[in-house]
């Protein structure tokens, strides 16, 4: 079992950044591909972000390429969302995810066996 818990959320304008973090307990983190995804009221569940076991791969929705980040601290058994030049589009409550049965997950939720809580995001305009 592998436990996550994100934070970092808020209220932010329209132009501005924020970090998520996500810690992980319980099995060997590194082990874990890692996701982050949002959903937005009325709205499916959308993927954001990929890594894989040892950061060096990544992968990102369009929407969100050249403005997000996503990395990783093994050491720390964390992993991160760095998000700039925030939109209102952006709204959402962000999930992190983990997947422990190949290096990397992708971009289905399907291919995850570990949720968040989520943590709440709202970009002002």
């Known amino acids: 079992q592998v436990q996550l818990v994100e934070s970092g959320g808020g209220l932010v304008q329209a132009g501005g950044s924020l970090r998520l973090s996500c810690e992980a307990s319980?099995?060997?983190?590194?082990?874990?591909?890692m996701g982050w995804f949002r959903q937005a009221p009325g709205l499916e569940r959308e993927f954001v972000a990929a890594?894989?076991?040892?950061?060096?791969?990544?992968d990102y929705v369009d929407s969100v390429k050249g403005r997000f980040t996503i990395s990783r601290d093994n050491a720390k058994n964390t992993v991160y969302l760095q998000m700039n030049s925030l939109k209102p589009e952006d709204t959402a409550v962000y999930y992190c995810?983990?997947?422990?049965?190949?290096?990397?997950?992708?971009?289905?939720?399907?291919?995850?066996?570990?949720w968040g809580q989520g943590t709440q995001v709202t970009v002002s305009s």
């Open positions: 319980g099995r060997t983190f590194r082990q874990y591909a």
């Open positions: 995810a983990a997947q422990g049965s190949s290096y990397y997950g992708g971009n289905d939720p399907r291919n995850y066996d570990y």
């Open positions: 890594i894989s076991w040892s950061g060096g791969s990544t």
